[in-house]
Nanobody, 117 residues
Framework: QVQVEESGGGLVQPGGSLRLSCTAS????????MAWYRQFPGKEREFVAQ????????TYARPVKGRFTLSRDGTKNTVHLQMNNLSPEDTAVYYC??????????WGQGTQVTVSS
């Protein structure tokens, strides 16, 4: 089992930036992927960005490509989602999802991102 802890989020004006962080912790696990998803009110959770831990480059959903950057700190099992040029359409609850070998996705508690003037 792995625990997922998220940080960051909050209120920002349109055009502003925020940084989300996600850390996976536990004992004796091997990461497969760490990803961010977001959920708009009344909608299904949707993919934002992902790091395959064995790979070198993250993947992004089309709406955020070029504005969001996902980076990782392999020594800390942590990923950071830098979100730039935010718009009100990015307002959502953002969730970190972690997949380890032999387990389904573990989710964080979610963090609210609100873009408003």
């Amino acid at each position: 089992q792995v625990q997922v802890e998220e940080s960051g989020g909050g209120l920002v004006q349109p055009g502003g930036s925020l940084r989300l962080s996600c850390t996976a912790s536990g004992s004796n696990f091997r990461l497969l992927t760490m990803a961010w998803y977001r959920q708009f009110p009344g909608k299904e959770r949707e993919f934002v960005a992902q790091f395959d831990w064995a790979g070198t480059s993250p993947t992004y959903a089309r709406p955020v490509k070029g504005r969001f950057t996902l980076s990782r700190d392999g020594t800390k099992n942590t990923v950071h989602l830098q979100m730039n040029n935010l718009s009100p359409e990015d307002t959502a609850v953002y969730y970190c999802g972690v997949v380890i070998i032999g387990a389904n996705t573990s989710w964080g508690q979610g963090t609210q991102v609100t873009v408003s003037s």
